[in-house]
């Protein structure tokens, strides 16, 4: 499968749940991110991972944990959110982490949090 | 700071006929790159159009070109001969060369009716 892949589509949970969030990608690109879409806001910049490593925290609350175990996998560890948290938390990736030719977006997960 | 103003929050066009999408950016560098990304009711935001900013031709990607003004910080999209295909969010966004950070509009909702 090309491009990237992210599950599940949609996700509702407590504001006491634990969940995950996971991005895949088999375009052999080194550089992934974590983005939160909200209505009427610029899309934000929570994580980013290169080769690997994690180079940038956004000032992200605790509550969100990213994990990077390869290259190709990107999840999002979920715990004890809030209502404000719902948004639509965009995966994507770049060959390089200084991405001047763009990224290479997922379609997303849409995550309600009640 | 750099930001990304999109001001026209929704827009409609006819079927065939040609739209044009504005925004303004604003930096101190030098070097960047400009894009504009469509993002369809499926969510996966779709690179559209790319322009270096050291390049004074406008860039042209089959029915999507856009119109560059350095000076004036001005980066708009023109689509040519709408298609019901191309109703989608529209955001505007640059990155500085040789950092990661993406700045993002707040998007422009495109409706193409038939």
């Known amino acids: 499968e090309t491009g990237v892949t992210q599950t599940p589509r949609h996700l509702v949970m407590g504001m006491t749940n634990k969940k995950s969030l996971k991005c895949e990608q088999h375009?052999?690109?080194?550089?992934m991110y974590w983005y939160k879409q909200s209505a009427k806001k610029p899309l934000e910049l929570m994580f980013v991972?290169?080769?690997?490593?994690?180079?940038e925290n956004n000032s992200v609350p605790s509550r969100f944990s990213p994990e990077c175990p390869n290259s190709s996998h990107l999840f999002l560890h979920l715990h004890t959110l809030q209502p404000e948290d719902s948004a639509l938390y965009l995966c994507?990736?770049?060959?390089?982490?200084?991405?001047?030719?763009?990224?290479?977006f997922g379609s997303g997960t849409r995550l309600t949090v009640v | 700071a750099q930001t990304v103003t999109q001001s026209q929050p929704e827009m409609s066009v006819q079927e065939a006929e040609t739209v044009t999408l504005s925004c303004t950016y604003d930096?101190?560098?030098?070097?960047?790159?400009l894009f504009w990304y469509k993002q369809p009711p499926s969510r996966q935001m779709i690179l559209v159009i790319r322009?270096?900013?050291?390049?004074?031709q406008n860039a042209t990607e089959n029915r999507f070109s856009v119109n560059f003004q350095k000076a004036a910080k001005s980066f708009s999209l023109k689509i040519s001969d709408s298609q019901l295909g191309d109703t989608a969010m529209y955001f505007c966004?640059?990155?500085?060369?040789?950092?990661?950070?993406?700045?993002f509009g707040t998007g422009t909702r495109l409706k193409v009716l038939a």
């Open positions: 994507a990736s770049s060959q390089v982490q200084e991405a001047p030719y763009g990224y290479t």
């Open positions: 991972y290169n080769f690997k490593e994690q180079t």
């Open positions: 322009q270096e900013a050291y390049k004074q």
């Open positions: 930096t101190s560098e030098n070097n960047y790159y």
């Open positions: 966004a640059f990155i500085v060369s040789g950092t990661y950070k993406y700045i």
């Open positions: 375009l052999g690109h080194n550089a």
